[in-house]
């Protein structure tokens, strides 16, 4: 029932090792730690595509291969600290609506056959950070994102991630056959 708190922990771990990161190469420049980071990124991701084919539940559950994400996260937080505020709004409503399309093609054009973590990772994680980047309140993109509706989605969602996988997990305890229809939708 507590299987899903794995991600926890490998955001804890990230948490705990990236200050140090940051602390420990800061001083050697912003250049260099935003170069260092590129390249553990890479390193990363490139450990992720060999266990996506080699060690798939490795690859799945460990912090050496699913890193790479959270530093994509940590690198847009680099550029939005560094970027000019004056920027190409058409540019920006672009990027933005691109990064939705990267989103909607994971959601529906991936399977349970679709390797994860791997290069196909790329597309939601490349599309989170577009819109993050480029979606504000000048622009159609982010203008849709701050709907009400978008935003109390956002606000449940990690609560709703915390007790859905626990209450899925004794459905199928209780029952031998799991949820039904009907339980999916509360």
């Known amino acids: 029932p507590l299987l899903h708190t794995w991600s926890l922990a490998v955001e804890e771990q990230f948490y705990l090792l990236y200050p140090i990161f940051i602390l420990g190469t800061w001083r050697l420049g912003t250049r260099f730690t935003i170069v260092l980071l590129v390249a553990l990124t890479a390193l990363s991701l490139g450990l992720a595509v060999w266990a996506s084919i080699y060690r798939p539940e490795a690859g799945f559950y460990l912090l050496p291969t699913r890193g790479w994400e959270l530093s994509i996260g940590a690198l847009t937080a680099f550029y939005l600290v560094q970027r000019n505020p004056d920027r190409d709004e058409s540019k920006s409503h672009l990027l933005g609506f691109l990064g939705i399309l990267l989103i909607a093609f994971a959601v529906f054009g991936f399977d349970q056959n679709t390797r994860w973590p791997s290069f196909y990772t790329l597309v939601p994680v490349t599309g989170t950070a577009l819109v993050i980047l480029f979606a504000s309140n000048h622009n159609s993109i ?17 609560s709703a991630y915390l007790w859905h996988h626990p209450l ?7 029952t031998h056959k799991g949820p039904n229809n009907l339980f999916l939708l509360l």
Request: avoid cysteine; charge should be positive; charged fraction near 10%.
């Open 142 to 158: 982010g203008t849709l994102l701050s709907q009400k509706m978008f935003v109390t989605i956002g606000l449940i969602s990690y």
């Open 168 to 174: 899925f997990a004794f459905s199928r305890i209780t």
